[in-house]
């Protein structure tokens, strides 16, 4: 797991869309908080996913390893979707 860099220290962002299993979207939004991994992340309704969560990331290497290793590692999770902030 990275760690979050801190607030205005060269750090990039990136929006992570989050598929669940049914009836554990709480669940894994509380894990992901636990685990340090996440800045904002709210809950959906109404779509396909399920989770909206932004993640602070200084390398490449630290985004893959967030959503391939402290995200989609978690066995509750379906499938992601990430997409990169250009601001």
């Given amino acids: 797991m990275t ?3 801190e607030e205005g220290h060269g750090e990039k962002v990136a929006y992570v869309l ?3 299993k049914v009836g554990k979207e709480k669940e894994v939004l509380s894990q992901l ?3 340090g991994c ?3 992340a709210s809950l ?3 779509g396909y996913y399920d989770i ?3 993640v602070s990331y200084r ?3 630290d985004l893959k390893d967030t959503v391939a290793y402290s995200i989609r590692g978690n066995d509750d999770v379906l499938s992601t979707l990430t997409m990169i902030s250009l601001d």
Avoid: D, H, N, S
């Fill in 38 to 40: 996440v800045g904002e």
């Fill in 44 to 46: 959906l309704l109404g």
């Fill in 59 to 61: 390398t490449q290497k």
């Fill in 18 to 20: 989050i598929k669940t």
């Fill in 3 to 5: 760690a979050k860099p």
């Fill in 33 to 35: 908080k636990r685990a």
């Fill in 52 to 54: 909206l969560m932004k």
